[in-house]
């Protein structure tokens, strides 16, 4: 079965950093590409950064550009979203997902989600 | 980037309906166009991927149709569990979008 647990989330005041991870299991890991994707509270959906398989190729949306990284260790089936610099308009449910990079690119298996709150 | 307009934002309906619930991108994204449902305190799931193909275990009442700029998402004959937020995205140019959504209510 296809599992992905984010973890990491929490309360952080402005200015701060966080890290997020996702562990995953139940497939492949190395051979993903993988994302992170948030939704702010009632709000929609929106992607956030991408990575290759061998962490190769890292891609941003323009809003976290220079202050998120995104990496993995394909060792411990982990992924992560290194936060930093986080600002009010950050809050929101983070989650990870699988990439078919293959098929139409779409995210297919979803983990539950953690919480970032941003506030002072 | 890549604009993804979403129509209608909400709905009321009633279960048995036909619902459809359309996406258009403000660029050409050959059939690069998926649909999620997601409901409340949930992650999204996949319906149907590359704009018309049905993701596994996926009731066959959801369909996608459209290439190009415009899309559709049909749902057949609305069931209780269908009421929800639907959201459409577009993998084809990074960054990828997603539509603003649709949420399905009962009338």
């Known amino acids: 079965e296809v599992q992905l647990v984010e973890s990491g989330g929490g309360l952080v005041q402005p200015g701060g950093s966080l890290r997020l991870s996702c562990a995953v299991s139940g497939f492949t890991f190395r051979s993903y590409w993988m994302s992170w994707v948030r939704q702010a509270p009632g709000k929609g959906l929106e992607w956030v950064a991408n990575?290759?398989?061998?962490?190769?190729?890292?891609y941003y949306v323009d809003s976290v550009k220079g202050r998120f990284i995104i990496s993995r260790d394909n060792a411990k089936n982990l992924l992560y979203l290194q936060m930093n610099s986080l600002r009010a308009e950050d809050t929101a449910v983070y989650y990870c997902?699988?990439?078919?990079?293959?098929?139409?690119?779409?995210?297919?298996?979803w983990g539950r989600g953690t919480l970032v709150t941003v506030s002072s | 980037d890549i604009q993804m307009t979403q129509s209608p934002s909400s709905l009321s309906t009633s279960v048995g309906d036909r619902v459809t619930i359309t996406c258009r991108a403000s660029q050409s994204i050959n059939n690069y166009l998926n649909w999620y449902q997601q409901k409340p305190g949930k992650a999204p799931n996949l319906l149907i991927y590359a704009a018309s193909s049905l993701q596994s275990g996926v009731p066959s009442r959801f369909s996608g149709s459209g290439s190009g700029t415009d899309f559709t998402l049909t749902i057949s004959s609305l069931q209780p569990e269908d009421f929800a937020t639907y959201y459409c995205?577009?993998?084809?140019?990074?960054?990828?979008?997603f539509g603003g959504g649709t949420k399905v209510e009962i009338k």
């Open positions: 997902a699988r990439v078919l990079y293959w098929r139409a690119r779409e995210f297919d298996y």
């Open positions: 995205l577009q993998s084809y140019s990074s960054p990828p979008t």
């Open positions: 990575i290759k398989q061998d962490g190769s190729e890292k």
